[in-house]
């Protein structure tokens, strides 16, 4: 495949597959702050396993996947900090209202960015599809 052939990284599949997992699991905790703290220490541990290992035979792979994992880290900080006001039954005010509202910004306009990368895609994807069958009649 795409991964390193050496040590952990040849069976870095499965640890992405065991990350699913456990992100998947934490839909079970019923507090969110609870959730929150324990999803942004999940991503957390991630992005430092990728930094330990760098398993992609492609620095481009690797650089993608870190950059992937730190939006992931910056989303649940995001997510974390809302859930601390919520269970503190506080509205942000000052600069913690700042703060949070640059989170809230970022989350917001990272998935848009993300939704438009994923249409692009797709629209360059099925154009791409249409051209090469176009050249074969």
């Known amino acids: 495949g795409s991964y390193e052939g050496q040590g952990i990284a040849l069976y870095w599949e499965s640890i992405v597959e065991f990350r699913r997992l456990l992100i998947t699991l934490t839909v079970f905790i019923s507090d969110l702050f609870v959730r929150a703290v ?6 957390i541990t991630f992005l430092l396993q990728h930094l330990y290992c760098y398993p992609f035979k492609s620095q481009l792979s690797n650089r993608t996947e870190l950059f992937s994992l730190l939006i992931l880290c910056i989303i ?3 997510s974390l900090i809302k859930s601390i006001f ?3 039954g506080m509205m942000p005010q000052g600069l913690s ?5 640059f989170f809230i910004l970022f989350e917001e306009t990272t998935l848009l960015l993300l939704l438009l990368f994923i249409v692009c895609g797709e629209c360059f994807a099925f154009i791409s599809t249409i051209k090469r069958k176009e050249k074969v009649f």
């Open 86 to 88: 919520s269970a503190a």
């Open 76 to 78: 649940s900080l995001s």
């Open 38 to 43: 324990i999803l942004q220490l999940f991503n």
């Open 97 to 101: 209202k700042n703060i949070l509202n």
